[in-house]
């Protein structure tokens, strides 16, 4: 008799392909929609529509005053750090001082004590050290030795004798990175990008929010368009105008300025930390049967 199909209610002892599907189990797996990727004309830091947008070396744009903001953020850290760094080496070499002064006071009570033999020769500075009992130049020393570990005695059960651990600043970096792309940026690299709207009167009138277009072919820029920025000039290009007569006359079709191979830089789309973009559109999530209580585990989402 032919085994029943598995989309059929049944009383087997394990799950069918099926049912874990229905339960959410397995590997999900969902692609993102329009309102998880950012539009190209979108600020990568504020996400909104950009007012005079900068674009860096890698193809990520910004609005101006936020590219700026977070710049300056960024070397107040830096000089925070820095200002961190030198008081703390400043504070292991006086330290590292101090322990040389030390080792050599107490080398030279050592010494001091085995020249004038058994008796030893009190002062204001070893005189409540060495009132009671014996003393010899063996005993001073190991006095010595014994006062200092019970000074330096680390002990978890104890409070005040607890260990800690020394909050250690590294030597930051100097450089200024892309937030977005997380590679090094100077206010230098960052050019500005001029987009060409759409002045037709249909287009105007049937949508509020501002169409561009691409000035060689006059078609409209969406995210499923790769675009180009000339570094030299500003102006962007859907990829296919820049491949067929920008790369190969060398000059810029809108403002005839000459440019070169490195001048073309490719905009970055839906670029954002918290959505995948270009052509990692996929969300995954992993889902497993829990052990005992019929709950499943869940996994972080990852996106490929």
Sequence with gaps: MPQRHSKNNNDLAFFTYDEKRKLGYGTQKERLGKDSIKPFDACSLCLKPFIEPMSCVKGHIFCKECILECLLAQKKDIQRNLAAHAAQQKQEKEEEEEKLTLEKAREL????????????????????????GFHGANSVKATSYEEEALRTMKAFWLPSAT????????????????????????????FPVIFT?????????????????????????????????LSSCGHV????????????????????????????????????????????????????????????????????
Excluded: W
Aim: net charge positive.
């Design 237 to 304: 290009f859907c990829k296919k105008c820049a491949d067929k007569f920008i790369a190969v006359d060398k000059v810029c079709l809108a403002c005839d300025k000459p440019c070169k191979e490195r001048n073309l830089v490719n905009l970055t789309k839906g670029g954002t930390g918290f959505a995948g973009h270009d052509d990692h559109l996929e969300a995954k999530d992993f889902k497993h049967l829990g052990s005992g209580s019929g709950l499943g585990l869940v996994r972080p989402a990852t996106k490929t």
């Design 197 to 229: 709207e759409d002045t037709s009167e249909e287009k105007r009138s049937s949508s509020l929010d501002k169409i561009y277009i691409c000035p060689s072919c006059k078609v409209s820029l969406t995210n499923t368009i790769s675009l180009v920025a």
């Design 163 to 190: 260990p800690e651990a020394p909050n250690k600043v590294a030597a930051p970096s100097t450089d200024t990175k892309c937030p977005e792309g997380n590679e090094k940026l100077r206010l230098k690299t960052l």
């Design 109 to 132: 009570d050592a010494f001091d004590q085995q020249n004038h033999g058994a008796v030893p020769q009190y002062n204001d500075k070893n005189y409540n050290r060495d009132k009671n």
